[in-house]
């Protein structure tokens, strides 16, 4: 049975930083592509960033570029964010997701909440 799970959120105020990880576990992801998205209250569950199997490729949402970095390890079946510079605007939940390569979004973690105080 395949798990997602993600830790790293909380409250920090804004121009502060934290890292989101998520440990993976129930089958080997190294060739699927890992991601996070968001969701802020009343809007709906964004991409913010995502990562290939050999983290060579790297796409993120224009409002995160030069602030957010993920990462992976392989070894660990672990994805990360860094997010750096953070705003009330980067408040939500955060979700992280594995997909196979050219299909869907298929399993996701529980979220964590990120807050950002002004």
């Known amino acids: 049975q395949v798990q997602l799970v993600e830790s790293g959120g909380g409250l920090v105020q804004a121009g502060g930083s934290l890292r989101l990880s998520c440990a993976a576990s129930g089958r080997t992801f190294s060739r699927y592509i890992m991601g996070w998205f968001r969701q802020a209250p009343g809007k709906e569950r964004e991409s913010v960033a995502s990562?290939?199997?050999?983290?060579?490729?790297?796409n993120y949402a224009d409002s995160v570029k030069g602030r957010f970095t993920i990462s992976r390890d392989n070894a660990n079946n672990t994805v990360y964010l860094q997010m750096n510079s953070l705003t009330p605007e980067d408040t939500g939940v955060y979700y992280c997701?594995?997909?196979?390569?050219?299909?869907?979004?298929?399993?996701w973690g529980q979220g964590t909440q990120v807050t950002v105080s002004s």
């Open positions: 990562i290939n199997w050999s983290g060579g490729s790297k």
């Open positions: 997701a594995v997909k196979p390569i050219g299909n869907s979004w298929s399993y």
